[in-house]
């Protein structure tokens, strides 16, 4: 057994929390619950709708070793901070041989603004002792509010204080200060679900200053940029912090449900079909492990097929993908036609995409018990070609 001196201890630790992005936290925390509230539409054939507190999106991140760990963004539960209730958004990163999690506190409290209370990191990273202890945990004094529909060139400063506990054992008070600006609003960008048209452009940029501080991370000056869709939140994001790697994540996949009036409810995803992920599942059980759609009641199914190149998008090709639609105990004739319109992708317009699409307008009234399941799933049959599939399954709720 190894013994450290406590203050040894304290700036070593510290030395090692600079890795940690803020800025992109707290844009994928902001673009993550930026669609709330907002009104839930009963047409199975409607844009594909913007994250809820229900929604899981899906990150690739690259380091500087070009391994692209996949990141996971989902609301977890809430944390009352000083009297007011924060969403707990939970970012995990699926790293082997680095395992992370970081935590921010969260709540929307009107429009397109969102605020920020603090959070917390998990990492196994560094071999600490800190058992269930965060590596490093902290709430700001006063919550930040990020508003996505900022002016275009209006910069918007920052300045914020916080107390922080590292280890479980360390506790810290800092500052940091910054800005941010919308440079663009309305921009194309390429991701792992294919060019995303109409994106908000954000930069910005801190640096952090403490008493204790230590001299590796005050000396660092974090910026970057973040490109923001309406529709789809946070789609990608880049991180300057020299002269340390810059930390790029892109998003690659997205899901939700949502709850609609009627007794109805939506539940959605949008993947790209490729060599490491060959194929889309949407099925309604999957949803809380049961099965809780009415046999009676018609659900609306549809599937929307787009090649991800560019060129090969816009010819006449189908998608070498399988599809099937069903219940648990059966499946309904499907078959996938050519539109020169998205349903789901509506800001594709005009760029002379061709897709493919297929829809069900069934119940299962033969089936023997009630409720049931609902499912969609399609395989890419060439590994060699990408596909983004898009799926929606609308449905009556019945209670198990």
């Not at 944390?79 to 707990?88: A, H, L, Q």
């Not at 041989?97 to 009107?110: A, F, G, L, N, Q």
């Not at 648990?328 to 509506?346: E, K, R, T, V």
Request: charged share 20%; proline share 6%; glycine share 10%.
């Amino acid at each position: 057994m190894s013994c450290h001196k406590p203050q040894a201890r304290r700036s070593a630790i510290k030395a090692q929390i600079h890795p940690l992005p803020v800025m992109l936290v707290l844009l994928i925390a902001a673009a993550l619950v930026a669609g709330c509230g907002g009104k839930s539409s009963t047409d199975p054939k409607a844009a594909f709708s913007p994250p809820s507190d229900q929604a899981k999106i899906q990150f690739s991140r690259k380091n500087a070793d070009s391994s692209r760990p996949a990141v996971a963004a989902s609301i977890v539960g809430s944390k009352e901070i000083k009297g007011v209730s924060f969403s707990r958004l939970l970012m995990n990163e699926a790293s082997a041989d680095k395992p992370r999690s970081t935590e921010v506190w969260i709540r929307h409290p009107e429009g397109s603004k969102v605020q920020i209370g603090g959070g917390e990191l998990h990492s196994k990273t560094l071999d600490l002792g800190q058992g269930d202890q965060p590596l490093i945990s902290g709430t700001l004094d006063e919550p930040v509010t990020v508003d996505l529909d900022a002016p275009v060139g209006k910069t918007v400063n920052v300045e914020v204080g916080g107390a922080m506990v590292i280890a479980g054992t360390t506790s810290l008070r800092g500052q940091a200060q910054g800005s941010y600006k919308l440079l663009e609003d309305a921009v194309a960008l390429e991701t792992g679900l294919g060019t995303v048209q109409n994106c908000k452009h954000f930069q910005g940029s801190f640096t952090m200053t403490g008493e204790g501080l230590p001299a590796q991370l005050a000396a660092l000056q974090f910026s970057g940029d973040a490109w923001y869709h309406p529709q789809y939140g946070l789609i990608g994001a880049v991180v300057h912090r020299p002269p340390l790697p810059d930390v790029e994540i892109g998003i690659t996949g997205s899901s939700d449900t949502k709850d609609l009036a009627g007794g109805y409810r939506m539940t959605q995803k949008m993947e790209a079909l490729e060599a490491s992920h060959g194929s889309l599942r949407l099925n309604t059980y999957d949803l809380a492990q049961q099965f809780d759609a009415d046999k009676n009641t018609h659900a609306k199914m549809l599937l929307e097929l787009r090649f991800l190149d560019e060129e090969r998008a816009k010819s006449s090709e189908q998608p070498p993908v399988s599809i099937e639609f069903g219940t648990a105990l059966g499946i309904y004739p499907a078959q996938l036609m050519q539109s020169p319109l998205s349903f789901f992708h509506p800001g594709e317009k005009g760029k002379g995409y061709v897709y493919w699409i297929a829809f069900v307008d069934q119940a299962a009234k033969n089936e023997t018990s009630n409720p049931i399941s609902y499912h969609i799933s399609a395989s890419l049959g060439t590994a060699s070609q990408k596909v983004r599939a898009t799926a929606r399954i609308l449905y009556k709720v019945l209670a198990p």
